[in-house]
């Protein structure tokens, strides 16, 4: 197991992984350096969401072959915790909600569980405010119940809130862009953005050119069936938009027979 | 190997070094009889009323029938029980003798020394005299009574003669009946009329191994338009000797009055903890209980409200959670006597490791009480599949113009939400211990501030360990 494989941060090989038996990705390698941007698109149940739960570690998500590294670790050995702690983060595409804690309680303790000493009470309120001025959302946010009785695009702003203050160095954005309204996906992409350039790599999953009109990918993957099946540059995502995914659905189909 | 305030228990006692069998000094013989009664009400010298009051009492408890319902009792032995320990002698315990988890669960509260020694029975006394006493010079300037009971009967025997027994009948059940014959410590709450009382009133303040006893008895009375907030416990774990707790709270809230009154209770595992706590609400007054169940080996606790006149509200919002050979039975019992009277039930219980809760409750509405409104809403939370929660809701409703609600839910934990908080970087543990404290925050945001921040210290230490 080398080190740093080249510039890329996360280097997934050849992933396999099923769900109650059904093998839904079957066999996935995709790199992403760090401070790129990849965006990864494709059909509805092709898999994307999978492969963002499985980097992740979700416990449904068996992974019967293959190999994940990410700055040089060995990701399917860690827990979804030690992921997290490493820099690994995933907002969700259905963001779960959690009754009776508050947003600003739970990211303090997030923020802590990836520092080595606690920030003090005062200076995470600094940190949260401004975060949460960058992505204008109105602070009493910070003092509702996590996701309780949000909006769909409240979630979806709540989860680029957690990585704005989390700092990851890799982020898997699972259909963020879906549920926002305008003016939020420019709010968003600016904030997604403002993180990238430094170490942020970013993987977005998503079905519209229009995020990626904002968020300029390095890199775009199509996933069929399980399966990248095509990787290209920005023009790819314009084409698909332009084309549909019917070309690759049939050339996949024909791999099968 | 040090022994702690050798000097209060007398060097003659220690001078074996026996620890283990170290016997307090002044401690009723093992077992109940009237001759025991007696020489409770002698030590304390009490009115003759009051000793009949005890001796009525033991004919009740002999005569009445263990519960045929609820948790198993057929554990307790009374004969194997000392009902009376004089409070200067109950201290002859040495810090040896503490488990240590329940040690390290102070060391991890950050429980102070002093009162460490106190909660685990080796201290006599919590030396907290200081800050009680500029508390009670404002009390006493508005007329507020809060002694312990044993001196509100000294000091003021006309009042408590005139309440005591009143809310709460000596023969009311078994274990009322047996604190009413050997009922000792406890609080005395007198607030005059029209008085609000802002600071609320924690037994902790005074705390002494008299208002610890294993079987207190409390009586609040609120006069009309009167306020107070009495809270009683603590989240710290409290290691008893005798394995059977059975207190008495009587509470008279007289019109358009409010009162609070808020238990934290966490004995350790090995005690029975059968509490009787009744109040009775008239004019427009309120009446709210919240209850916390944490520790003992069986709880066993219903607070009741008695609306007797128009416009009374009576509220119970309690908390339970039982771990490994754990039994919380808890509820509350909303006697709807008079019309336009309502009530509010919110129960939340956890079990964890093969724990067992149970919501019981009982709503009553009295024929002509019209426009009774009462809401219960309980949920149960499972941590995992070992764990049992039932729901017990009796109903009698004797008027038909009413609106009686009651909602039950049982859930468990879901991956989804641990995997989401796990995936911002905490533990299993954490994540487990924070959806947990989001379940029952609804009512732990009802507590005073350092009670909510204990009680969250302590569901994640009760988390620990407890997944896999
Ligand atoms: N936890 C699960 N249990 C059962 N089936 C699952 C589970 N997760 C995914 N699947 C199945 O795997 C397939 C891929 O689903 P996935 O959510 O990865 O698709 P997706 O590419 O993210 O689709 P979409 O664009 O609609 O979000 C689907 O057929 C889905 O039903
Ligand atoms: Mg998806």
Known sequence: MSATNGQSTLSIRDLHVSVDDAEILRGVTLEVGAGEVHALMGPNGSGKSTLANALMGHPAYDVSAGQVHFKGHDVLELETDERARLGLFLAFQYPAEIPGVRVASFLRMALNARRESEISVMEFRRLLLDKMQMLRMDPKFASRYLNDGFSGGEKKRNEILQLAVLEPELAILDETDSGLDIDALRIVADGVNRLRGSELGVLVITHYQRLLNYIEPDRVHVMIDGRVVESGGKELAERLEAEGYERFAASAASEET | ?468
Request: glycine content about 6%; some cysteine; overall charge negative.
């Open chain 2, 1 to 468: 190997m040090a022994v702690k305030d050798i000097d209060q228990v007398g060097l003659d006692t220690y001078k074996f070094g026996f620890h283990d069998d170290i016997q307090p000094v002044y401690t009723s013989p093992k077992g109940l009889s009237e001759s025991v009664v007696r020489e409770i009400s002698r030590q304390k010298d009490e009115p003759a009323w009051m000793l009949d009051f005890r001796l009525e009492a033991l004919r009740q408890f002999e005569r009445k029938p263990m519960p045929t319902w609820g948790a198993d009792l057929s554990r307790i032995d009374f004969d194997d029980i000392h009902y009376y320990i004089r409070p200067q002698d109950r201290q002859a315990r040495s810090w040896d003798d503490v488990p240590e988890d329940i040690k390290s669960t102070f060391d991890k509260l950050g429980i102070p020394e002093a009162e460490r020694k106190f909660l685990a029975g080796v201290g006599a006394q919590y030396d907290s005299e200081v800050v009680y006493h500029s508390i009670r010079d404002d009390l006493e300037e508005q007329g507020v009574i809060f002694l312990d009971m044993d001196s509100g009967l000294r000091e003021h025997e006309d009042v408590v003669r005139e309440y005591f027994g009143t809310v709460i009948p000596n023969g009311d059940n078994k274990f009322a009946a047996l604190n009413s014959a050997v009922w000792s410590g406890g609080s005395f709450v007198y607030v005059p009329e029209g008085v609000r009382v802002e600071i609320p009133l924690q037994a902790y303040f005074r705390i002494n191994a008299e208002n610890m006893g294993q079987f207190e008895r409390t009586l609040i009375i609120v006069e009309p338009g009167a306020y107070v907030h009495y809270v009683e416990g603590c989240t710290a774990p409290v290691y008893a000797t005798d394995s059977l707790h059975s207190a008495v709270v009587e509470i008279i809230v007289k019109e358009g009055g409010r009162c609070r009154y808020t238990t934290i209770q966490n004995w350790s595992t090995d005690v029975f903890n059968l509490v009787t706590k009744r109040a009775v609400a008239y004019r427009d007054a309120t009446m709210e209980w919240v209850d916390g169940n944490l520790g003992s080996k069986v709880t066993m606790k219903y607070p009741a409200v008695y609306l007797m006149e128009p416009g009374a509200h009576g509220e119970v919002l309690s908390i339970a959670f039982a771990g490994e050979d754990q039994h919380q039975d808890a509820g509350a019992k909303m006697v709807h006597a008079a019309p336009d009277t309502s009530s509010l039930i919110t129960s939340k219980s956890i079990s964890r490791k093969g724990g067992r809760t149970a919501y019981r409750g009982y709503v009553q509405v009295m024929p002509e009480a019209e426009r009774c409104r009462s809401n219960v809403e309980c949920d149960a939370l499972l941590i995992d599949d070992r764990s049992r929660s039932d729901t017990y809701p009796y109903m009698d409703i004797e008027e038909s113009d009413v609106a009686i609600q009651h909602e039950a839910t049982v859930s468990k934990v879901s991956d989804q939400q641990l995997f989401y908080l796990m995936s911002r970087g905490l533990t299993q543990e954490q994540a487990m211990a924070m959806v947990v404290s989001g379940f029952i925050e609804p009512i732990v945001k009802e507590l005073p501030m350092e009670y909510a921040v204990e009680m969250n210290r302590l569901i994640e230490l009760q988390m620990e360990g407890s997944i896999g």
